[in-house]
Nanobody, 127 residues
């Protein structure tokens, strides 16, 4: 199973990007999924998570109201719509799958909960 994030790029502050995370090898419909990011010199941090059906979501306070996580299980893809981007959103963004533990509300913010990680995509926000 592979997860591949895409959609990153360079955008001005206030702009928008939509990231995609496509899975290959098996369906992701039974997994909770998450987005994380890592800026240079910093630890990887949680951004957003979505339950397997998409009915439940959870966000980091820093992105709440600006980012929206969604999924299309028919396309085996998870999305992260990022609006009102700020320079501090600059990071490599990773998608990840929680294949074992199921939805745990705010527990989905812990990176240890995720056991399958994709390659990242760079997001750079200029001021």
């Amino acid at each position: 199973v592979q997860l591949q994030a895409s959609g990153g790029g360079l955008v001005q502050a206030g702009g928008s990007l939509r990231l995609s995370c496509a899975a290959s090898g098996r369906t992701i419909s039974s997994w909770s999924m998450g987005w994380f990011r890592q800026a240079p010199g910093k630890e990887r941090e949680f951004v957003a998570a979505i339950s397997r059906s998409g009915a439940r979501t959870y966000y980091a306070d820093s992105v709440k109201g600006r980012f929206t996580v969604s999924r299309d299980n028919a396309k085996n893809t998870v999305y992260l719509q990022m609006n009102s981007l700020k320079p501090e959103d600059t990071a490599v963004y990773y998608c990840a799958a929680d294949t074992l533990m199921g939805w745990g509300n705010n527990l989905q913010g812990a990176k240890e909960r995720y056991d399958l990680w994709g390659q990242g995509t760079q997001v750079t926000v200029s001021s």
